[in-house]
């Protein structure tokens, strides 16, 4: 078959292409730096002749047209299943809804209960036998190709080919290909850490060992422990995460990943879902036969994480309370993220003895006027969303130093996150728990 015939055949201006859409229409589109450009501004452009659609996407980093361009929300609805930056600012302005989710189960969310009429992905241009690669972006892709009713993509010609599992699809599968020139790829540069940050990185680095395999979240912490990893004696680390973030490739020129410790689950290969960093990073994982850039399903799978031998997952959070229960992706009602795989990593933490699973934060926080606050609440009452529940909570860190709520009751982890605290709230911290009878009284003060 002539597969550049059959490109052709099917290829359509993005105008053309939007017109596919109706009213009432779902939307997917793809994520971060699979987001359709093109598309999104050409469907912006009929919102005079729609109601009622509705799109779905995560981690969008450029403006999003359906909604800058329909400041009140009368024609389209964005749906979010993870927020970031922009996404924060869109969603204060009302102009993003938040999806809740468990990260590994995105993909049977499309499988077994959405509705998919219309999915646009940016990918990079077709190879000689037909495929197009998700690059950079695979978290849910498959599954959502898999049940919609029309498939578009988007080339984008700056996206690199990177190898990975279900990865790819043929023209064969694709209603409509759209060309057009594109702007460079977002970058995130490494966030410079604190004196905080980078002490909480040390507690952390301390108990790792030689040939773990490493989950990291992203953001500031994340950063300060992958330079404090180059630095450091350890060798042999392997890379399992969902976000492949700058600090990976901070161990990586220091000669620190290998993956020779994984065996049977990708020995030797750098998994990932998302690649989330600088021009840099997108060039290391470029067509480099060492990097598998899979979906969700398998990355946060729960018997995948459970064999790898040593793993270690560090993530952060907004706050934590007296029992236990920690806050990601919210300050009160104001959504800030999402879960992500959070959840998961915590989750499978348990299933391998030298597994561990840290939750990282500092112990305070400044507002705008100046004013220190505990990061460590004595409970959650604002509206705040439970990302962990009490019952999952492992190995909480603060500047302040590590400990263990796995196992522990009540009035064990009030004293444990009270000794993680900073000093100047600990009496009140005290009181707190006393008020809510978490405090047993011959502990010590």
């Known amino acids: 078959m002539n597969y550049r015939e059959l490109y052709n055949s099917k290829l359509k201006t993005p105008s053309e292409a939007a017109q596919v859409v109706k009213s009432g229409d779902w939307v997917d589109f793809g994520c ?3 987001f359709p450009t093109l598309f999104d501004e050409a469907l912006a452009a009929r919102k005079a002749e729609l109601e009622d659609v509705k799109v779905r996407a995560l981690l969008i980093t450029k403006p999003l047209q359906i909604a800058e361009q329909d400041p009140d929300a009368e024609h389209f609805t964005y749906n979010s299943w993870h927020m970031i930056g922009y996404e924060r600012k869109l969603s204060d302005r009302g102009l993003c809804k ?12 499309y499988r077994r209960f959405l509705t998919v009429n219309v999915a646009v992905m940016g990918v990079t241009p077709m190879d000689e036998h037909g495929y197009f690669n998700m690059s950079m972006s695979n978290s849910h892709a498959r599954a959502v190709f898999d049940v919609a009713d029309i498939i578009i993509l988007e080339v984008n010609e700056k996206l690199p080919f990177v190898h990975g599992l279900e990865n790819t699809i043929h023209i064969s599968e694709v209603d ?6 594109h702007e460079g790829l977002t970058e995130f540069p490494s966030i410079v850490a604190g004196p905080v940050e980078e002490q ?17 979240g992203v953001g500031g912490m994340p950063d300060a422990i992958g330079k404090l990893i180059a630095e450091s004696e350890l060798k042999d680390l392997g890379i399992h995460t969902e976000l492949l973030v700058n600090a990976y490739l901070d161990m990586h020129k220091a000669g620190k990943i290998t993956n020779l410790n994984k065996h049977d689950i990708m020995r030797g290969k750098s998994v990932f879902s998302i690649a989330h960093g600088t021009k840099e990073l997108f060039d290391w994982v470029s067509d480099n036969p060492s990097m598998c850039c899979a979906p969700i399903n398998y990355v946060n799978d729960l018997s995948v994480i459970g064999e790898i031998d040593n793993f270690v997952s560090i993530n952060s959070c907004i706050a934590v309370d007296l029992f236990g229960q920690i806050s990601a992706e919210s300050a009160g009602t104001r959504h800030i993220s999402g879960t992500g795989g959070q959840l998961d990593f915590l989750t499978a933490g348990f299933k391998n003895p030298r ?8 112990s305070t926080y400044t507002d705008k006027k100046g004013n220190l606050h505990s990061n460590i609440k004595p409970t959650f009452t604002g509206g705040d969303i439970i990302t ?6 492992y190995t909480m860190v603060t500047e302040y130093g590590i400990e263990n709520l796995a196992g522990a009751s009540v009035w064990e982890r009030a004293e444990k996150l009270i000794n993680l605290a900073h000093p100047d709230f600990r009496e009140e911290l005290i009181e707190s728990a006393k008020k809510v ?5 011959s502990n010590k003060r």
């Open 176 to 181: 409509m290909v759209i060309e057009g020139e």
């Open 32 to 34: 971060y730096q699979g």
């Open 355 to 362: 597994a561990q699973s840290f939750i990282a934060l500092p």
């Open 98 to 109: 938040f999806i809740p989710m468990v990260f590994r189960n995105l993909p049977d969310y």
């Open 437 to 441: 009878n978490v405090w047993r009284q």
């Open 388 to 393: 962990d529940p009490r019952s999952q909570a």
């Open 200 to 216: 909480i990185a040390e507690s952390i680095v301390d108990r790792m060992t030689n040939g773990a395999c490493i989950q990291l």
